[in-house]
């Protein structure tokens, strides 16, 4: 798998969405889903571009398993939390239908998180 790539394509992505959002809010003056956006942008694409230029910089860091369980991690937890979160301020869902979706969600981006910062601590020299 070329995780570098991935990761470009998957910020991609949620930048799209996010601007998108951003556009709407903007233009509506409705702002109450600016977490949201927030999070789509920060969780979504900074986030997927910083480990996507830190793979390329580190290009060992790609070998072994580590990066594509990390890839995955980021994937399915980003866009869940990501979903929940604009579910709930959209008022789609409540705050209790979120448990214990959410907070699995949310340990799936926390494990991520940490294979990166194993691969980190052992290949990044
Ligand atoms: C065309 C692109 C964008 C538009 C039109 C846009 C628009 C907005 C609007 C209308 C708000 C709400 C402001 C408020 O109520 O305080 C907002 C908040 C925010 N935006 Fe954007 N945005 C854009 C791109 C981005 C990008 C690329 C990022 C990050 C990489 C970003 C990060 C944020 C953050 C962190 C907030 C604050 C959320 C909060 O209230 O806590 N935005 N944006
Ligand atoms: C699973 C991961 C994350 C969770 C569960 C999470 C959760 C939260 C929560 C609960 C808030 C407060 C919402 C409120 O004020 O009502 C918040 C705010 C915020 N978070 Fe996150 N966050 C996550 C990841 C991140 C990341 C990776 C970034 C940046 C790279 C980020 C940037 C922010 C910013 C800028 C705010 C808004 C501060 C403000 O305007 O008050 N978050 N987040």
């Not at 480990?51 to 369980?69: C, N």
């Amino acid at each position: 798998m070329n995780v570098s790539r991935n990761f470009l394509l998957l910020g991609s992505a949620f930048l799209f969405v996010g601007i998108l959002m951003g556009m709407y809010m903007g233009g509506s003056g409705n702002h109450s889903l600016a977490l949201s956006h927030a999070h789509i942008n920060l969780l979504g694409f900074v986030l997927s571009a910083v480990f996507a230029l830190t793979y390329k910089a580190y290009p060992v860091m790609t070998e072994g398993r580590l990066a594509s369980i990390y890839f995955w991690l980021h994937f399915v937890g980003a866009v869940m939390v990501n979903l929940l979160v604009f579910l709930l301020l959209a008022q789609i869902i409540t705050e209790a239908a979120m448990v214990p979706i959410a907070p699995l969600s949310e340990l799936l981006v926390l494990l991520g998180i940490l294979a990166f910062g194993w691969n980190v601590i052992k290949n990044a020299h």
